[in-house]
């Protein structure tokens, strides 16, 4: 048995931690707050992004449209494969999730006989794959706080110009996505070329059959200007998503840390509790044992 004194030390010791662990967790839950109010706000725009351009999709000839984010490509030789991760860690396995979900879908997209182009967010995707040797298209670290705008701006306008200049034929996208501080949903979707399922099924809804309209310029070229912002608010949206989550797992993980030391406190004091009513119930039988024989 550990004498009291060890006891006492690594009870100071994991007191000491749990501070640290509270700290993190109130620092991440103020971080949680306004990602979070981010994200909502980032959200309505988005989607009614999505259902303007449905309704103008609408208006698309059938075939070959002449705008490369709506063209599909004949083949499917490279993919651009984009996996959002953090720049910190000790936020349980919101980074190891992503990092599996992309390792999954280069395995099946090799299997296909697929090369697959590796963008990743986050300086612990890039060490993990670096770590593990595969080879990185862009790296973009250190954004991953508190995304702008331009961040997602840099990282849409490589990736539609790969796609327009048929360098890769699909991009899908990796990334945690938000449900509340105590959930996140690894979601992955394929952002180019754009589905026409999922306009199809906005157009639906949002434009009747029956309605027209007179576009000035024509709806191209308003298509043509609209389709990179669309893609760019896409991923944007999703690195809003990634940060909001990546809080609320990192709270989560503080506050389970921090319950996790105060039990061990609890189990340590009892421990030293224990040990110290050892050394006094010995000390008084090593006095009675003296009393008797001097008796």
Not at 39 to 56: C, D, H, K, T, V
Not at 174 to 189: P, R
Not at 227 to 251: C, D, N, Q
Request: aromatic residues 6%; proline residues 3%.
């Amino acid at each position: 048995m550990a004498s009291g004194k060890d006891l006492k030390r690594r009870i100071t010791s994991v007191q000491n931690t749990r501070k640290i662990t509270k700290a993190m967790e109130m620092v991440a839950a103020a971080r949680l707050r306004r990602s979070q109010q981010r994200i909502e706000s980032a959200r309505p725009y988005a989607n009614w992004m999505m259902e303007f351009i449905a309704g103008l999709v609408r208006y698309a000839p059938t075939g070959p449209t002449g705008l490369p984010l709506l063209d599909v490509h004949r083949e499917t030789k490279r993919v651009g494969l984009v996996a959002l991760t953090g720049d910190r860690g000790l936020c349980g396995a919101f980074n190891s999730n992503i990092v599996r979900r992309s390792l999954e879908l280069m395995q099946q997209y090799e299997s296909l006989g697929i090369e697959v182009d590796l963008h990743v967010v986050g300086r612990r995707g890039v060490g993990t794959f670096n770590f593990q040797g595969h080879e990185l298209t862009g790296e973009y670290t250190g954004i991953t706080d508190r995304p702008r705008f331009l961040n997602a701006q840099t990282l849409a306008n490589r990736l539609i110009e790969d796609y327009a200049e048929h360098r890769i034929d699909l991009v899908h996208l990796v990334y945690n996505q938000f449900k509340s501080a105590i959930e996140q949903v690894v979601f992955d979707q394929v952002i180019l070329p754009i589905q026409e399922e999922v306009v199809t099924s906005y157009a639906a809804e949002v434009v009747a059959p029956h309605m027209e309209f007179i576009f000035e310029p024509s709806p191209m070229v308003i298509l043509n200007d609209l389709l990179p912002t669309y893609v760019e608010m896409a991923i944007f949206r999703a690195l809003l998503e990634s940060s909001a989550s990546e809080h609320g797992a990192r709270m989560t993980a503080m506050r389970n840390a921090s319950d996790a030391a105060l039990e061990m406190i609890d189990e340590l004091t009892l421990a030293m509790n224990r040990a110290r009513q050892a050394s006094i119930t010995g000390e008084i039988l090593e006095v009675v044992a003296g009393a008797d024989a001097l008796a």
